[in-house]
T-cell receptor, first 114, second 108 residues
Framework: NAGVTQTPKFQVLKTGQSMTLQCAQD?????MYWYRQDPGMGLRLIYY???????DKGEVPNGYNVSRLNKREFSLRLESAAPSQTSVYFC?????????????FGPGTRLTVL | KNEVEQSPQNLTAQEGEFITINCSYS?????LHWLQQHPGGGIVSLFM???GKKKHGRLIATINIQEKHSSLHITASHPRDSAVYIC??????????FGTGTSLTVIP
């Protein structure tokens, strides 16, 4: 089992360009999450999908859109990238959207917006 | 205002030392998570605990819900323990308030 996979691992964009970060999990998990991690700040939730067919905003959703393509895949799209979106992005999944469920993280995507 | 505060921010230890990382939180919670972020960036969940103490190998986590404080201890520290340790307090559902992490370096 690969767990949670993310593509790409690294990406450099110019301001205004768009891109989609891909995430997939093979653990048959129902819930998936997108976070960003910036120096000196804790992980911040961008969007989450508590179950297939639903998506909800997290703490910092502005400038992003998501798609829960199926139970396995949850993508994050930047329509018009800005330098403030330079960050490391992590996808995670959990069996259910419950306090006691462990989240499993992908390896991260390091995004630089010039 | 940070709902979760960790101390210290950075910690350097000699191999074999006993290490303590602290986490204080201001929200009312019933459990707390500890995560480990490897130097390469990968994040793994270490513990979820709601009371008392949990042990996994050389790692021990304790929590005092009334005092809103948790500690992560590492006994007989080793260079491979070098990582960022993050505590996280549940918000609702499976959302969290994350601490900013404690960066630990263990020197041989």
């Amino acid at each position: 089992n690969a767990g949670v996979t993310q593509t790409p691992k690294f990406q450099v964009l110019k301001t205004g360009q768009s891109m989609t970060l891909q995430c997939a999990q093979d653990m048959n998990h129902n819930s998936m999450y997108w976070y960003r991690q910036d120096p000196g700040m804790g992980l911040r939730l961008i969007y989450y999908s508590a179950s297939e067919g639903t998506t909800d905003k997290g703490e910092v959703p502005n400038g992003y859109n998501v798609s829960r393509l199926n139970k396995r895949e949850f993508s994050l799209r930047l329509e018009s990238a800005a330098p403030s979106q330079t960050s490391v992005y992590f996808c995670a999944s959990s069996e259910w959207y419950r306090l006691e469920d462990t989240q499993y993280f992908g390896p991260g995507t390091r995004l630089t917006v010039l | 205002k940070n709902e979760v505060e960790q101390s210290p921010q950075n910690l350097t230890a000699q191999e074999g030392e006993f290490i303590t990382i602290n986490c204080s939180y201001s929200v009312g919670i019933s459990a707390l998570h500890w995560l480990q972020q490897h130097p390469g960036g990968g994040i793994v969940s270490l513990f979820m605990l709601s009371s008392g103490k949990k042990k996994h190998g050389r790692l021990i986590a304790t929590i005092n819900i009334q005092e809103k404080h948790s500690s992560l201890h590492i006994t007989a520290s080793h260079p491979r323990d070098s990582a960022v340790y993050i505590c996280a307090a549940p918000k609702d559902g499976n959302q969290f308030y994350f601490g900013t992490g404690t960066s630990l370096t263990v020197i041989p």
